[in-house]
C-alpha cells in the first residue's frame, strides 16, 4: 500500500479530514479505493467497535450517533455524530462492505467520560467532531453532558480553517472550504494529494501554534499512536488511519512507546454502556451548540448525494419546498435562478456557484427579494430536519426497548421535525397516546408539550406539539434507573417525586400528572403524603394555591374512569379549612400580600364551582360556606379593599348579591369619609383583574355613575396616589370597552351619584328586556356555542352505556 506522506513502506496511511465535510468523504472513499488497506482505523471510542457491524444493517439510516454514557450516572453521556457526508461513516461503509477489519482508536469513552467526572480541564471534549471541521476535537458531547471549558488560547485551537481561510485571502472559512474542497473532483492519480496538502498546512498549524497546553489532545494522540502501533503489528503496513487532520501530525510523529504508556498511566475510569441513537442535521449544525457543527448540513448532504449537476438539483428541491407552501414558482424561476447562481460566481471568482451564491439566487429570483420564505428555506433544506434510524438489534436499556414496543403500538413514531397532534380521549388509541406522553413528561422526557386545542375545549380533548430530539435518548437512559417499562418508572418517579416535594402545592400538581399519566398504583402514596401534608400546613395562601390543582383533576374521572373519590375527600378537607382561616389571614396586608391575596380569593372560587359536580360529600354545603365566607370579607374593614371589592364582585355574579345592594356597598365604599387610596383599592377588586369588570360598568350605570362622581370628587392631592391603581385597573380593558365607557362618561351616565334606579338612557334600547327578541337569538348562541352538539355526545354516551 503506497505511503501519501513520502515515508517508508511501513508507515500507515493518515487520512485527516474534516468530520461532516463530504469532500473529505468523497476523498477518503477514492483513497480507500486506492490503497486498498487491511485494516481502517477511525477516531472514536473503542468500546463501539463490537457496533460498527450494525452500520451495515438495513435499518440503519444516517445521521446516527454513538452515545456513550456511564453505567452509575446516565446523565454524563457523551455523543459521537455521524451522516451520511461524514469521512467515518463513509469508511466504516467502505470497510465492511469490503470484509475489512474497522476499529475505532481514540482514547476510551471510560476515561474521557471520568475525565470529565473528576473535573479536568485543558483539552477537548471526547466527541467526534473538530473545532471548524479539520480542526482539533471540540467537545461533542450532548446537552445531557458535561461541558469542558475552553481555555483562553490562541483562537487557531478554536478554528483552524479560518487561519488557512485568511492566509488565502478568504474571509468566509466556510466559502474558503466549499471552493478548495467541495468544488473540487478527486481523480485516480492524485486520490491523496488533498491529505497530503491538508497534513502539511495542519503541521505547520501546530509548529506556529502548538497545542495550547491542552493535556487531553497530547494523551488523546498517545493512545491513538499506540493503537496504530498494534495494528502495524498485526497487519504490516496495510494500515489506513482516518482521523481529524488537526491530529495527523502527531500521529506521524516519533513518539518513544514508554513516553506515550506514560502520559495514559493513571488515568480515571468509569463503567460506560454504548449505543448507536438516531440524530437529526439540525443537531449537526452549528447553532445547536454542537462544536464540531457545520452552517449548512442539508447543503452538505445535498452536495454527497446529488450524482451531477448538484446546483440545478438543489434549486429544484427549492421551487418544490416553496410550491408546497404555496408560493408562486415555475419551471422558468428555477431555470433563472441557475443562471444568476452560475453568474455570480464568476463575479466573484468561485469554480462553481456555492451555498451563498444559490441563495442569493432563490431570494432574488423565488422569493422576491423577501428574507421570509428565504428563512423557510434555511430551516428545512439547508439545515434540515432529516431524522436518522438505528435498527431494533442495536444495544438499548430496558425502558428505551419498552418505550419503542409503545410507539409502535401507538403508531406514534418520532420526528424530528414539530408537528401537532389532536387527541379525542375518548377513543382507545387516542388515549394510549395521551398516557404515554404525560408518563414521558413526567420522568422529564419531554418529546409532548401540552398546548391550547384550536378546536373544542372539553376536557375529553387534548392538543399536544411533539419533536423528538436526539438528547431525549439520554433522558430516556436516565429515567431507567426508575423501573424497565415507562408504567413502572413514572410509578416510582411520582413517589419519589411526591416524598421530595418542596410545598402542598406541588404535591398537588403532582396528583394532577398522576391522574392524567393514569398511574393507579401512585395515586395513593400521593394522596397520602397529600393528606399528612395539607394536616400539617397552617399556611392559608399554600392551601389556596394547592385547592385549584387537586379540584381540576376530579374532572378527568369522567373521561379517563379513573376513580377519583379520594381525591374528592382531600379537596373537600382543604376547602374547609381554606374557609375557616381565610377570614383571619386577611387581615394587616400590605399592597402587595392583598392583591396576592384576592388572586387566592379568585382560584378558591373557581375550584368551589368545580366541586360542586365533583363526587364530593356535601358539595352543597361547601358552597354555602363559601359564600358565608365571602359576605363575611366583604363587610369586614380589616381586609383589605382589594379583597373586599372582589368579594361583592364573586357574590354578585353569583346572584347572591342584588344590584341595588351591591350598588349600596359601593356607595358607603366611595363616600367622603373612606380614604381615596382604600376606595381605589375596593374598584380595582370590584371591576379589574380582567373579570369583565369592564362590561359591568357598562350596562349598569349606577355603578359607572358612583364611580364617576367619586372619581370627580378626589381632592387634587390624593389623586396622584390613586392614579396607579386606575391606570392598572381600566387599562385591562379592552379598548372598545374603554371606548364605551369614555362616550358613556362624557354624555353623562345615569343620574351621578345617585343609586336609584334610572332608564338605560342608551340611544336604540329601551329601559327593560324584551324576552321575546332575546329568544329569537338563542338558536344562534347555542350553535356558537356548541351546546346542541355536546348535548348530543352526551347522549350518545349515555346510549354506549345503555347499550
Not at 471552493?179 to 494529494?193: I, L, N, P, Y
Not at 429570483?365 to 428555506?377: F, H, K, N, Q
Not at 419503542?404 to 387516542?430: G, H
Not at 419533536?467 to 436516565?478: F, G, I, T
Amino acid at each position: 500500500m503506497s505511503d501519501q506522506g513520502g515515508g517508508s513502506a511501513a508507515e500507515p496511511l493518515l487520512l485527516g479530514v474534516r468530520h461532516h465535510g463530504p469532500g473529505s468523504a468523497r476523498a477518503v472513499r477514492a483513497a480507500l479505493d486506492a490503497a486498498r488497506p487491511r485494516v481502517v482505523l477511525i477516531e472514536g471510542p473503542p468500546e463501539a467497535d463490537a457496533l460498527i457491524p450494525l452500520a451495515a444493517d438495513e435499518e440503519m439510516r444516517p445521521p446516527v450517533a454513538l452515545l456513550a454514557h456511564a453505567v452509575d450516572e446516565p446523565g454524563r453521556s457523551a455523543f459521537w455524530p455521524l451522516a451520511e457526508f461524514s469521512p467515518e461513516w463513509v469508511a466504516i461503509r467502505w470497510a465492511l462492505e469490503r470484509e475489512v477489519p474497522a476499529r475505532f482508536i481514540d482514547l476510551p469513552a471510560t476515561h474521557s467520560l471520568a475525565w470529565e467526572r473528576d473535573g479536568r480541564t485543558g483539552g477537548e471534549g471526547e466527541g467526534e467532531g473538530e473545532g471548524e471541521g479539520a480542526g482539533r476535537d471540540e467537545d461533542a458531547a450532548g446537552p445531557g453532558s458535561q461541558e469542558v471549558p475552553e481555555p483562553d488560547v490562541a483562537d487557531v485551537r478554536v478554528d483552524p480553517l479560518a487561519v488557512l481561510a485568511e492566509a488565502a485571502g478568504y474571509d468566509d472559512p466556510e466559502r474558503w472550504w466549499e471552493d478548495v474542497v467541495e468544488h473540487r473532483g478527486v481523480g485516480e492519480k492524485d486520490a491523496f494529494a488533498p491529505f497530503v496538502v491538508l497534513e502539511e498546512a495542519m503541521g505547520a498549524l501546530r509548529e506556529a501554534y502548538g497545542t495550547g497546553g491542552h493535556d487531553r489532545d497530547l494523551v488523546r494522540e498517545a493512545y491513538m499512536r499506540l493503537q496504530v502501533r498494534t495494528a502495524q503489528r498485526e497487519f504490516g503496513d496495510g494500515v489506513a488511519v482516518v482521523c481529524g487532520a488537526w491530529h495527523v501530525p502527531a500521529l506521524r510523529q516519533k513518539a518513544a512507546v514508554s513516553a506515550d504508556r506514560a502520559l495514559l498511566k493513571g488515568l480515571p475510569k468509569v463503567k460506560a454502556d454504548m449505543t448507536w441513537v438516531p440524530w437529526t442535521h439540525r443537531r449537526l449544525s452549528r447553532v445547536s451548540g454542537y462544536g464540531a457543527g457545520i452552517d449548512s448540513p442539508g447543503w452538505y448532504g445535498h452536495l454527497f448525494g446529488a450524482p451531477d449537476r448538484p446546483v440545478e438539483r438543489w434549486l429544484t428541491k427549492v421551487a418544490g419546498l416553496l410550491r408546497a407552501e404555496d408560493r408562486l414558482v415555475s419551471s422558468a424561476h428555477v431555470i433563472e435562478a441557475v443562471r444568476l447562481a452560475e453568474t455570480l460566481a464568476v463575479m466573484r471568482g468561485r469554480p462553481l456557484p456555492g451555498l451563498s451564491e444559490t441563495t442569493d439566487a432563490v431570494r432574488a429570483v423565488m422569493c422576491e427579494g423577501s428574507d421570509i420564505p428565504l428563512a423557510l428555506v434555511h430551516d428545512r433544506l439547508v439545515v434540515g430536519d432529516v431524522l436518522g434510524e438505528v435498527p431494533q438489534s442495536a444495544p438499548a436499556v430496558p425502558l428505551q426497548r419498552d418505550l419503542d414496543r409503545i410507539q409502535r403500538r401507538l403508531r406514534l413514531k418520532p420526528e424530528s421535525l414539530e408537528r401537532e397532534l389532536e387527541l379525542d380521549l375518548r377513543k382507545e388509541t387516542d388515549a394510549g397516546r395521551s398516557r404515554l406522553l404525560h408518563r414521558l413528561r413526567l420522568l422529564g422526557i419531554e418529546w409532548g408539550e401540552p398546548t391550547v386545542s384550536r378546536g373544542s375545549t372539553g376536557t375529553f380533548r387534548e392538543t399536544w406539539r411533539l419533536r423528538w430530539e436526539p438528547e431525549l435518548s439520554v433522558r430516556v437512559a436516565e429515567a431507567g434507573v426508575w423501573g424497565t417499562t415507562v408504567l413502572a418508572a413514572a410509578t416510582a418517579k411520582a413517589e419519589g417525586d411526591a416524598v421530595t416535594a418542596p410545598g402542598l402545592a406541588d404535591v398537588t400538581a403532582l396528583a394532577e400528572r398522576c391522574l392524567l399519566a393514569e398511574l393507579p398504583d401512585a395515586l395513593p402514596v400521593v394522596m397520602r403524603i397529600l393528606a399528612d401534608r395539607a394536616a400539617l400546613d397552617a399556611d392559608v395562601g399554600h392551601l389556596a394555591q394547592a385547592l385549584p390543582a387537586l379540584v381540576r383533576s376530579l374532572r378527568y374521572g369522567d373521561v379517563r374512569g379513573t376513580d377519583t373519590g379520594a381525591l374528592a375527600e382531600v379537596a373537600a378537607g382543604l376547602a374547609e379549612r381554606i374557609f375557616v382561616g381565610l377570614p383571619p389571614a386577611c387581615a394587616a396586608l400590605d399592597g402587595d400580600a392583598a392583591e396576592e391575596m384576592r388572586r387566592h380569593v379568585d382560584a378558591v372560587h373557581g375550584a368551589v364551582g368545580l366541586l360542586a359536580d365533583a363526587p364530593a360529600p356535601g358539595p352543597g354545603d361547601l358552597q354555602d360556606r363559601w359564600r358565608s365566607v365571602l359576605r363575611v370579607l366583604s363587610g369586614r374593614d380589616t381586609v383589605p379593599g382589594v379583597v373586599r371589592g372582589r368579594a361583592v364582585r364573586l357574590l354578585l355574579d353569583d346572584g347572591e348579591l342584588g344590584q341595588d345592594e351591591a350598588a349600596r356597598l359601593m356607595g358607603l365604599v366611595l363616600s367622603p369619609g373612606t380614604p381615596p387610596a382604600d376606595a381605589a383599592a375596593w374598584i380595582e377588586g370590584f371591576v379589574g383583574g380582567g373579570s369583565g369588570g369592564g362590561m359591568l360598568l357598562v350596562h349598569d350605570e349606577r355603578l359607572l355613575g358612583l364611580v364617576d362622581a367619586w372619581l370627580t370628587g378626589v381632592p387634587a392631592e390624593a389623586f396622584t396616589d390613586v392614579l396607579p391603581l386606575l391606570r392598572r385597573t381600566f387599562s385591562a380593558y379592552e379598548s372598545g370597552v374603554r371606548r364605551t365607557l369614555g362616550e358613556l362618561v362624557r354624555r353623562g351616565p345615569g343620574t351621578r351619584g345617585s343609586t336609584a334606579a334610572a332608564g338605560s338612557g342608551i340611544p336604540g334600547f329601551a329601559p327593560d328586556l324584551d324576552m321575546e327578541r332575546a329568544d329569537a337569538v338563542l338558536p344562534v348562541v347555542r350553535l356558537l356555542l356548541g351546546l346542541d352538539e355536546a348535548e348530543e355526545e352526551a347522549g350518545n354516551e349515555l346510549a354506549g352505556v345503555a347499550g
